[in-house]
């Protein structure tokens, strides 16, 4: 019923760019996309927040990656975009996508938090 995809992940050598992409959908049921972010996981580390942002376009990003990605949406096509520039080799993670989605059930609003199967981003030269 509901849907998170990712995309657009790859190999790419340092000082390159990526676009990720992160596309919500919900079957059967009237929804509302809320919040939407961007995590990403490295081996033996723990998930970290890369970028959030809200549906009127608001967008934080941690010290990290602050100048050099760029988060965006377009919420007529409910999806998300993460532009990647000057990637590093500490930025190779699973990069997840997450969002808020609201869900009428059974005439009933249902709150909850979704995430994607993940994209592998790897910077390697």
């Known amino acids: 019923q509901v849907q998170v995809v990712e995309s657009g992940g790859g190999l790419v050598q340092p000082g390159g760019s990526l676009r990720l992409s992160c596309a919500a959908s919900?079957?059967?049921?009237?929804?509302?996309?809320?919040?939407m972010a961007w995590y990403r996981q490295a081996p033996g580390k723990q998930r970290e927040l890369v970028a959030g942002?809200?549906?009127?376009?608001?967008?934080n990003y941690p010290d990290s990656v602050k100048d050099r990605f760029t988060i965006s949406r377009d919420n007529g096509k409910n999806t998300m975009y993460l532009q990647m520039n000057n990637l590093k080799p500490e930025d190779t993670a699973v990069y997840y996508c997450?969002?808020?989605?609201?869900?009428?059930?059974?005439?009933?609003?249902?709150?909850?938090?979704?995430w994607g199967q993940g994209t592998q981003v790897t910077v390697s030269s």
């Open positions: 997450n969002a808020a989605i609201r869900v009428r059930r059974q005439g009933r609003w249902n709150d909850g938090n979704y």
């Open positions: 919900v079957s059967l049921f009237s929804n509302i996309i809320g919040a």
């Open positions: 942002i809200t549906t009127s376009g608001t967008a």
